[in-house]
């Protein structure tokens, strides 16, 4: 089937290393859901993944439960 992929960088989205949008976060998301909703297609899905890189601030494990928030907060908002 046809794939399409919106991609944006954390500091885009989110305050830092954390997992709350910016106002412009949300502005971009809202641009995301209008797309969203002027592509639907019968049987589509949406996924939603989340990358953060373990750095001196962050560790694996944070890194991990980071971006499975950021992930549930963007998959929330698009709803």
Do not use: H, M
């Not at 954390?10 to 709350?20: C, Q």
């Not at 949300?26 to 909703?37: F, G, T």
């Not at 899905?45 to 944070?62: I, T, W």
Request: proline fraction near 1%; aromatic fraction near 6%.
């Amino acid at each position: 089937g046809k794939k399409e992929r919106v991609v944006y960088v954390p500091k885009d989205l989110f305050d830092g290393n954390s997992a709350i949008l910016t106002e412009e976060g949300k502005n971009r998301l809202a641009e995301v859901a209008k797309w969203l909703s002027e592509n639907k297609q019968k049987d589509s899905e949406v996924v939603v993944a989340a990358f953060a890189q373990e750095s001196k601030d962050l560790g694996g494990a944070e890194a991990r439960s980071l971006t499975k928030k950021q992930a549930e907060v963007i998959s929330e908002y698009l709803k």
